[in-house]
């Protein structure tokens, strides 16, 4: 096992508005995240997923909103409990083992994360909507294609409005 895994630090470059640069840290093997962040970026990430994709999955399935709403927001708790287990159980097995964050195993996590939602969410679908099983694992796949967008573009307009907000802290220190 590899001891320096969790403690391996990565430099972050910041601009500042007076084009001087500060350099910041941002633990490897969480992201740099504090709790606190963890569960507001977790908060808008389901927040806003509910309000585009409970409107969507009335159109696709002619249930009432009212229903998808619902719906949505209990698939929602759904992945957000995964996140917690999965990741902490794949963490684990990675210090474990001494994996590096590799390509390899960064697609190994997100084949896994993702095959053990379906296995959970298809049969929740199929009950809450009352569908067949078929149907509900298309309707799953289709969100599946929908989120890889969603996450990709929440991500980068999280990290954009993080990195204007820490700018603006750290410009506001340096020039009291």
Known sequence: MDSN???QVKPMRM???NNRRVFMTAN??????SLRERMLHAG???????????PLITWVTGKPLHQAGALTLTLSCIAMLWNIVF?????HIERQRGWRRTLRVRLLHASL???GLVVVMVPVIALWLQ???MEALLLDIGLILLFLPYTLVFNWLYDRAKARV???RLGRLSNP
Do not use: N, P
Not at 28 to 33: F, H, I, L, Q, T
Not at 87 to 91: E, G, L, N
């Open 87 to 91: 990741t902490a159980s794949f963490q």
């Open 5 to 7: 895994f969790v403690h």
């Open 166 to 168: 820490l700018s603006g």
């Open 28 to 33: 490897v093997a969480d992201g740099g995240m």
């Open 15 to 17: 601009h500042l508005s």
């Open 113 to 115: 994360f993702e095959c």
């Open 131 to 133: 569908v067949r099983l």
């Open 44 to 54: 808008l990430f389901e927040l806003i997923a509910v309000m585009v994709f409970a």
